[in-house]
């Protein structure tokens, strides 16, 4: 759990002066032992589908309640505060109060709090090194993402989603490309008056030229001048079959793999920001 306060930290540095970080952290209340218990998550989220999947969603995604994995749509609480939001409901508004005994609002609120948690931090069923090999091989993932400096350029580099995004949103990016905007990679084909086609994300685009990336990760600077037909996908560039091509199985260890990918060792990063 204390990797999770850091985290929203890093997140929260902007806003909050120094002292008050140091503060919380420090001399903040005690912790209840549910937060970041796997046990007390796994009770929490038996909990949660019957109270709160309704409004929140099955995976958090939202619904008539707003989307609880995504940091900015909840201005991350503390575990207290979430707690009595829990407990409490918000007043005025759709999101009721709950009867429970002390101990299930704090599995509800260990829960809810694992979501916004990097992937590094969950608990995955999968098998990494399978998943490393569907990867590298048959997925051809690699075709578009690097790890650490191997792999293709035509994705975002996945180096460090381990750290950095929640295990559910992984999963959500994998079987479903869409659902996350994908607006720093729209796709573009660019037909040339050479007859030449450049097909690719589109990078930086003026009234008289954009470039293309292409897979192999090249840029194309193209004059309009020369351009005889663009035309921009309405979909991310990444496939959208994955859901149907792997099995469960399957992706649970392409999510394990992933999961393991972060640039710094994870614990460390509390110490090392402190300074
Ligand atoms: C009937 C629909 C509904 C149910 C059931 C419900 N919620 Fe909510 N929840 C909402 C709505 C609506 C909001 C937004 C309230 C607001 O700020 O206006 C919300 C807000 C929240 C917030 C954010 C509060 C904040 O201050 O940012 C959390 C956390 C939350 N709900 C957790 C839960 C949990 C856990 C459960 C199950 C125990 C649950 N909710 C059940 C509708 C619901
Ligand atoms: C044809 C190229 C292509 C292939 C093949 C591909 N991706 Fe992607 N992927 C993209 C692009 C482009 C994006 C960014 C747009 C988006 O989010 O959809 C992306 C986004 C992602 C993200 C979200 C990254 C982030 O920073 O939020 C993940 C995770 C991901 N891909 C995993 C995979 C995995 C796992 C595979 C193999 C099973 C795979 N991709 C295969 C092109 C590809």
């Not at 540095?13 to 005690?30: I, N, T």
């Not at 019957?50 to 707003?66: D, E, I, K, L, M």
Request: charged letters at 25%.
């Amino acid at each position: 759990m204390k990797i999770i306060s850091v985290c929203l930290c890093a997140g929260l540095a902007l806003l909050l002066p120094l002292g008050a970080q140091h503060d919380a952290s420090k001399e903040g209340k005690k912790k209840n032992p549910a937060m970041g218990n796997p046990e007390a998550i796994a009770a929490g989220m038996k909990l949660y589908q019957g109270s709160c999947a309704a409004c929140h969603g099955t995976t958090g995604q939202g619904g008539r309640g707003p989307n609880l994995r995504q940091r900015g749509a909840w201005h991350p609480l503390d575990d207290d505060a979430l707690y009595r939001t829990i407990q409490k409901g918000v007043p005025s508004s759709d999101m009721p109060a709950l009867n429970l005994p002390e101990a299930q609002l704090w599995q509800l609120a260990a829960f809810v709090r694992s979501l916004t948690a990097p992937a590094a931090e969950a608990q995955l069923s999968g098998d990494a090194r399978a998943g490393e090999e569907l990867f590298w091989g048959k997925g051809n993932c690699s075709n578009c993402h690097r790890l650490l400096g191997r792999g293709g350029m035509l994705g975002p580099d996945l180096s460090n989603i381990g750290a950095t995004k929640p295990a559910e949103d992984i999963r959500e990016s994998i079987v479903d490309p869409d659902a996350d905007g994908f607006l720093r990679y729209k796709g573009v084909t660019a037909v040339l008056k050479s007859g030449q086609t450049i097909k690719g994300v589109a990078r930086n685009r003026t009234n008289y030229s954009i470039q293309v990336q292409d897979a192999q990760g090249t840029l194309h600077l193209l004059s309009m001048t020369n351009v005889k037909q663009l035309t921009f996908s309405d979909h991310s560039p990444m496939p959208r079959d994955f859901a149907t091509r792997f099995s469960k199985r399957e992706l649970d260890n392409l999510l394990a793999f992933l999961a393991k990918q972060s640039v710094r060792p994870y614990e460390r990063e509390d110490k090392e920001e402190k300074k």
